[in-house]
């Protein structure tokens, strides 16, 4: 199991160029795949990873790797997780610090790896949007409401006391009746 969760997250991390967003849907869907998702509860992972401070990859790869193959799974998902980039950013040094001719391969790598990001924080919020809606139109207008006040600047704190009030509020009128 250690060789598998290796290879997870040595995947995803090679595919989230983008960072934690991409990287969290990457691994919900894989986790998904395997059928682990019996083994530990992801979003609820993702939820805590998000909430601690230091990168989201590697406190989310240890999180769920320690949730299915204890301390030696987590220590072996955060080295699978890490590799890839570090592998690249050594790679990708002397390039970068030659100013030469190889700045526009290395212009052309990242806008490459820019549009691959997109595409998956789009198929994560698009995954995140379709969850909100199943629960119910309530809980899809407070997830809207929420997104359109940190949008427009409000603090992200402020939008989610407003949103879980609405929610709250709304849809406990709805159960009543």
Not at 128 to 148: D, E, H, P, Q
Not at 155 to 172: D, E, R, T, Y
Request: charged share 10%; proline share 3%; hydrophobic share 55%.
């Amino acid at each position: 199991m250690l060789t598998d969760i290796f290879f997870l997250f040595l995947k995803a991390s090679l595919w989230a160029l983008g960072g934690g967003f991409v990287f969290m849907g990457l691994i919900e869907i894989e986790i998904k795949k395997k059928s682990w998702d019996s083994l530990c509860d992801v979003n609820s992972l993702i939820t805590i990873a998000t909430s601690l401070p230091g990168p989201i990859i590697t406190n989310l790869s240890f999180l769920i790797g320690k949730n299915l193959a204890g301390m030696v799974g987590g220590l072996t998902a955060v080295v699978g997780a890490v590799l890839p980039p570090f592998i690249i950013i050594y790679l990708l040094a002397p390039f970068l610090l030659d100013q030469g001719s190889s700045q526009a391969f290395v212009s052309s790598f990242f806008y490459g790896g820019l549009v691959g990001v997109m595409v998956f924080v789009f198929l994560t919020a698009y995954r995140w949007i379709r969850g909100a809606y199943n629960f119910g139109i309530v809980s899809f207008a407070s997830f809207a409401l929420m997104t359109i006040l940190m949008l427009a600047g409000i603090h992200p704190l402020i939008a989610l006391l407003v949103g879980f009030s609405m929610n709250m509020f709304l849809k406990g009128n709805t159960e009543n009746e």
